[in-house]
């Protein structure tokens, strides 16, 4: 079964087959300062010292709680 386009009948269709813009102001960004615009953030700063002092607090636990069975 051959898929077919569908072209969007929309305000906006005669955008579609345009250039990109180019400003006259300002110099095209480079591709690491775009990428920066997008690359993940520490939205919640100290999250990951806080998972892994749990993780450690419960890893000692355990052991603890092995040891006691083990011995008592």
């Known amino acids: 079964m051959k898929e077919e386009i569908k072209k969007s009948s929309g305000q ?5 087959d345009m250039p990109p813009h180019k400003s006259s102001k300002h110099p095209p960004m480079t591709l690491l300062a775009r990428a920066a615009q997008f690359s993940p953030f520490a939205a919640l700063t100290g ?3 806080a998972i892994k002092r749990t993780e450690i607090r419960q890893i000692e636990k355990e052991e603890e709680e092995k040891f006691e069975r083990k011995y008592w």
């Open 12 to 16: 906006y269709d005669d955008m579609l």
């Open 47 to 49: 999250y990951e010292d």
